[in-house]
């Protein structure tokens, strides 16, 4: 794996970052081939190939399961045939990618499955989306015409005032995902078949996927945790128990689903893990071997009881990002699990560089804190838009090896003296408040180490007076009496003066999410 | 109504809503924390000023006079007992 990633990063700095997106993508999939060339026994075969040999070989084998049935591969396979079909019938010009509005479903596994198979690049984006942002991102992507799975609706989509020029797509390109964007127009990160086979590979090396093993799927389809969860079980002969979107937030039928299909792995976000703790009691799901959480920090009480609920389980704090995928794994002691919080992200994965950027801009040597970045063999080339890779894909900072391609991740860390990096901040969470820089991220992470918190959310308001006002939401535990009197004096000790918020709300409500299940921020603050 | 019970009801009223008086500790230093940040001291002195009828000078403002319940106590007991001296003197 590390002379994989070696292979590309040389490659990637012959091209340098003036070259063209579309040459630079070339240029790293010729390197690519080459690489694969020569380590042939250890080249991942293309995830469609992979699915396609299991569906020949084991046809009966499960490939999904999805409430009260089993879909095998056999009939996977039958279902991503016909569905090929309707693909062949749109007539799309050789590479122009199509868009698909897929909400998760055994039919939305076919529809993936088929442009996978067809070598047609596909925008997957959260079809929870406003049908206006939809648009705007089927037309980026250059997706003129969209397939829904059978079964579902086909919504309609407002026609936009101009036609965007089609964008050129790198020669490879599969999934195009998208980034949550929470402030405006979500950025398309498109993936190329060799970097989900990269990615595919290592999971199914990690996590064991392959025949026999069931893992379950929480994250929606676009979701990137899906890359684990679905396509790289399908890729390795696993099977993928699907929960359905429409009962996620249900716990107790989270609950059933995993008690009655027993899977082996599970990766999800804390909220997933925070709600079948609320409905598990005293059950256990002893069939669990991996058990991952990533995408969010996690609170105290969450961590502490994981141990129980999963008694037979690994514990793994998962870190990545959209652009880049998985890069950081954390194995946890599961007799400290109710330990230091927060937890550390904790090594790069193989093939994966990490550079710590000090505030000057210089490479940081052993222990010590900066923001991160990360080049990995499974990351995105940039996105759709390369206008918007300034500052996020880059090569540097200076002296950070020469040509490798970054990315910025916008993460602030601290690497400890074992060379464990732990996530401290982000650095677009930096505000400041009379003068004072604060970051709304790390008083979140101190809201959370209060036992009787269970969420938490800070976001700052403009003020004509302060600079910034913060304001700071939490969920209490149930049957907790925590006012914001103690939980100031919980933040006052652990935190500068001007960084306890001067607004603290107390719920014993979830507090709201966002379509990827993460914590809504801009909710906390009042409505203008 | 002792002045701690008064001191603690306008506290609440005006800084901390969910908190009953009991919870409030007369020590508790509600500087630190931010329960009152520097614009809630020039409202609490307001309300001394008014609602004590006591005068609060420049030089009364320090903030340490108004770290707590009891810090604010032993400021009203103390300029009450000055006003009376220099009526009486």
């Given amino acids: 794996m590390t002379t994989h990633a070696t292979g590309t990063a040389t490659t990637a700095a012959a091209t340098g970052t003036a070259a063209a997106g579309a040459a630079t993508a070339t240029t790293a999939a010729d390197g690519d081939a080459a690489t694969a060339a020569a380590e042939a026994a250890l080249a991942p075969l293309p995830l469609p190939d992979a699915f396609t040999a299991h569906a020949r070989t084991r046809p009966n084998a499960p490939a999904l399961l999805w409430h009260e049935r089993t879909v095998s591969y056999g009939e996977l396979a039958a279902l991503a045939d016909a569905e090929r079909e309707r693909l062949a019938a749109l ?41 206006a942002l939809l648009a705007a991102l089927f037309a980026q992507a250059g997706a003129r015409r969209l397939l829904t799975p059978r079964g579902q609706d086909t919504p309609a989509l407002p026609a936009l005032a101009h036609a965007a020029p089609r964008p050129t797509l ?36 990690t996590f064991d996927l392959g025949p026999g093993r069931v893992v379950a799927n929480y994250a929606p389809l676009n979701f990137d945790l899906a890359l684990l969860d679905v396509w790289a079980t399908l890729a390795a002969g696993g099977t993928c128990l699907l929960i359905d979107p429409a009962h996620a937030l249900n716990a107790r039928h989270l609950l059933a689903e995993l008690t009655h299909h027993r899977p082996h792995v599970m990766q999800a976000v804390p909220l997933a893990w925070a709600l079948l703790l609320q409905a598990a009691g005293t059950t256990a799901l002893d069939s669990v071997e991996h058990a991952a959480f990533t995408g969010d920090a996690i609170d105290a009480r969450t961590l502490a009881a994981l141990p129980a609920l999963l008694p037979a389980a690994r514990l793994y704090n998962i870190y990545g990002c959209t652009e880049t995928n998985d890069s950081f794994l954390h194995r946890l002691d599961r007799l400290d699990a109710a330990a230091a919080l927060p937890v550390p992200i904790g090594r790069p994965l193989p093939g994966v560089r990490t550079l710590i950027a000090t505030p000057d801009g210089t490479p940081l040597d052993g222990p010590g804190s900066g923001e991160l970045y990360v080049s990995t063999p499974f990351q ?118 001007a960084a306890v918020p001067e607004k603290l709300a107390i719920h014993d409500e979830p507090l709201p999410k966002t379509a990827t299940g993460k914590i809504d921020r801009k909710a906390v603050l009042p409505t203008p | 109504m002792s002045n701690i019970t008064q001191i603690k009801r306008f506290l609440i009223e005006e800084f901390l809503p969910d908190v009953t008086p009991e919870q409030l500790a007369d020590d508790h230093d509600l500087l630190s924390d931010g329960v009152i940040d520097s614009l809630g001291v020039l409202k609490l002195i307001a309300w001394v000023e008014d609602h004590f009828s006591l005068p609060v000078d420049d030089t009364d403002l320090d903030p340490n006079n108004f770290r707590s319940v009891a810090a604010i106590d032993a400021f009203i007991t103390e300029r009450r007992a000055a006003a009376s001296a220099t009526v009486g003197g």
């Fill in chain 1, 91 to 131: 007539d799309l010009a050789p590479g122009e990618p199509v868009g698909l509005l897929a909400v998760k479903s055994p039919e939305a596994v076919a529809l993936v499955l088929a442009c996978l198979m067809e070598r047609r690049p596909f925008l997957l984006p959260s079809p929870q989306l406003a049908p």
């Fill in chain 1, 170 to 205: 790198a020669a490879g390109t599969s999934f195009m995902l998208t980034t949550s964007g929470s402030t405006d127009l979500p950025k398309i990160v498109p993936l190329a078949q060799g970097a989900v086979d990269r990615f595919t590979a290592w999971a199914h090396d």
């Fill in chain 1, 380 to 497: 995105a080339a940039g996105y759709l838009d390369r206008s918007r890779d300034t500052g996020r894909f880059t090569t540097q900072p200076e002296g950070a090896g020469a040509g490798r391609r970054w990315f910025r991740t916008g993460d602030l860390v601290t690497r400890d003296e074992h060379g464990r990096v732990h996530l401290t901040g982000r650095s677009d969470f930096q505000v400041k408040v009379r003068g004072v820089a604060v970051n709304t991220a790390e008083i979140e992470r101190v809201l959370l180490t209060h036992p009787e918190v269970l969420e938490a959310a800070v976001a700052a308001a403009s003020d004509p007076l302060t600079g910034k006002r913060l304001h700071a939401a939490v969920q209490r535990t149930p049957g907790s009496t925590l006012n914001t009197l103690t939980l100031r004096e919980h933040l006052a000790r652990n935190l500068p003066r």
